[in-house]
């Protein structure tokens, strides 16, 4: 506890959903959170939920006033002391920021664990994707590549992988199913289909006209289609859902792979 409580006061953010460190290593539940001073929270009970989660007028950041939010209220009893709500559901908060330190703490009072499903849903109205990208981004953290979709929104169930080699960058692109049911709950489920098991994961297994978009240009080339895609920050692609699209970036041009063998080579010499 001691270690988190100095990682925000020394000026980081931190980041968390409700029930965080109620409950020791062996699951006992201890009461209260031991970091509710942190996140600026106490717990008052018969407060009133609302219909709705609407984000509030704040000096804090991110900024969400006006906006129906489609999240899943957690904890009704949470309640904000020093923190300052962003957003509201009735007498109930779910997003509370807290300055603490030098550092800022955030807390998710929302249901996260539907998520899984969620994602894989057409057209998934769930707004936790754009909340925690607005939280990232007040801790100064922006994605270097992203992944749109044909109509310039995001694509959900899509992984990057990315690999820094100096001045050269490595990207990998592609779809992530869902296979690990765990908390699945209630929730809708398909029969079972050989490897897939019984989560529909077809959102995913099709192909998609994606554009990958960089901040800044750079020559970029498909190492898998064994294209030059010239200096670019944006590029269109098709992305299929069982290969990956492996893309570098260059500074200069990389030149062509050229083998130079000796004319003789004797038996044994290395």
């Avoid at 020093?82 to 559901?89: E, F, H, Q, V, W």
């Avoid at 009735?90 to 249901?111: C, D, M």
């Avoid at 199913?177 to 699945?184: H, K, L, R, S, T």
């Avoid at 299929?240 to 699209?245: I, M, T």
């Amino acid at each position: 506890m001691e270690q988190i409580r100095e990682f925000a006061n020394a000026g980081g953010v931190l980041v968390a959903d409700y029930r965080v460190a109620t409950m020791n290593e062996h699951g006992r539940d201890l009461g209260r959170g031991q970091l509710d001073d942190v996140f600026g929270i106490t717990q008052v009970k018969g407060q009133a939920k609302g219909p709705d989660i609407t984000g509030l007028k704040s000096q804090e950041s991110p900024h969400f006033e006006g906006q129906k939010l489609n999240l899943v209220l957690g904890d009704e009893t949470v309640s904000a002391t020093t923190g300052k709500p962003l957003a509201r559901s009735g007498q109930v908060p779910p997003i509370i920021v807290n300055n603490f330190g030098r550092g800022k703490a955030v807390f998710l009072n929302v249901e996260t664990s539907r998520y899984p499903y969620d994602r894989l849903q057409p057209n998934s109205p769930t707004s936790l994707p754009d909340v925690l990208e607005a939280l990232l981004r007040m801790a100064g953290i922006k994605p270097p590549v992203r992944v749109l979709d044909a109509a310039g929104n995001r694509l959900p169930g899509t992984e990057v992988v990315r690999f820094a080699n100096g001045a050269y960058e490595h990207v990998a692109v592609f779809r992530n199913p869902q296979f690990d049911d765990g908390g699945w709950g209630d929730l809708p489920t398909m029969p079972e289909r050989e490897w897939a098991g019984s989560i529909d994961n077809s959102l995913l297994e099709r192909d998609a006209r994606i554009t990958l978009t960089w901040r800044t240009p750079m020559l970029t080339y498909d190492i898998r289609g064994k294209r030059e895609l010239g200096e670019a920050a944006n590029v269109q692609m098709l992305l299929d859902p069982w290969s990956p699209l492996v893309m570098t970036r260059a500074p200069q041009p990389i030149p062509p792979l050229r083998a130079e063998p000796p004319a003789e080579v004797q038996a044994g010499s290395p």
